[in-house]
T-cell receptor, first 110, second 116 residues
Framework: SQQGEEDPQALSIQEGENATMNCSYK?????LQWYRQNSGRGLVHLIL???NEREKHSGRLRVTLDTSKKSSSLLITASRAADTASYFC??????????WGAGTKLIIKP | GAGVSQSPRYKVAKRGQDVALRCDPI?????LFWYQQALGQGPEFLTY????????KSGLPSDRFFAERPEGSVSTLKIQRTQQEDSAVYLC??????????????FGPGTRLLVL
């Protein structure tokens, strides 16, 4: 079963534009993580935000978390062709299990 | 050291055949995870090891699936009597501590299994 749901399922934007992806989840969490997956580098961890945090930045990435709405967003600013990938959110269901959404497929057009 | 490696990268099996998938985690990493990823979906948890102890195998889909990590480093995922629904990418990940999920998991490139 998958807890997280990313929205939109697919997103196509021009290089240089900002991309926003959303993730909703169902149960209480301790942490939420965002990962990127492309054919070249596999699945790569981007950022982890804890349940007591509301916003976190890493380079061109900005993640927000709203635990009252059980949702998170990932903003990529000034997109580049290399950002073309699928983006997944993952939440902790138990001590060891990460539950993943189906992902947002992001395409950056040159 | 080097990242997580998995072998083989691709495996084609005939239905009913047994397969073994290998994962070499980052040296010294305590935690090791196996995931199954179907096409167009996110990974789904299969099992978790802390050193050589398999602490959670609740995600293994059937008793045909078996995982081990006998010396607390390399892990093998074995699938017996493969079925077509086993076709997927099998991902291995490791993390440095045994403290659960509040840390980065490093993923291998995956093994793409196709059962004919």
């Amino acid at each position: 079963s998958q807890q997280g749901e990313e929205d939109p399922q697919a997103l196509s934007i021009q290089e240089g534009e900002n991309a926003t992806m959303n993730c909703s989840y169902k149960t209480s969490i301790n942490n939420l993580q965002w990962y990127r997956q492309n054919s070249g580098r596999g699945l790569v961890h981007l950022i982890l935000i804890r349940s007591n945090e509301r916003e976190k930045h890493s380079g061109r990435l900005r993640v927000t978390l709203d635990t009252s709405k059980k949702s998170s967003s990932l903003l990529i600013t000034a997109s580049r062709a290399a950002d073309t990938a699928s983006y997944f959110c993952a939440t902790d269901l138990s001590n060891y299990q990460l539950i993943w959404g189906a992902g947002t497929k992001l395409i950056i057009k040159p | 050291g080097a990242g997580v490696s998995q072998s083989p990268r691709y495996k084609v099996a005939k239905r009913g055949q047994d397969v073994a998938l290998r994962c070499d985690p980052i040296s010294g990493h305590v935690s090791l995870f196996w995931y199954q990823q179907a096409l167009g979906q996110g990974p789904e948890f299969l099992t978790y090891f802390q050193n050589e102890a398999q602490l959670d195998k609740s995600g293994l889909p059937s008793d045909r699936f078996f995982a081990e990590r006998p010396e607390g480093s390399v892990s093998t995922l074995k699938i017996q009597r493969t079925q077509q629904e086993d076709s997927a990418v099998y991902l291995c990940a490791s993390s440095s501590r045994g403290g659960g999920l509040a840390e980065t998991q490093y993923f291998g490139p995956g093994t793409r299994l196709l059962v004919l």
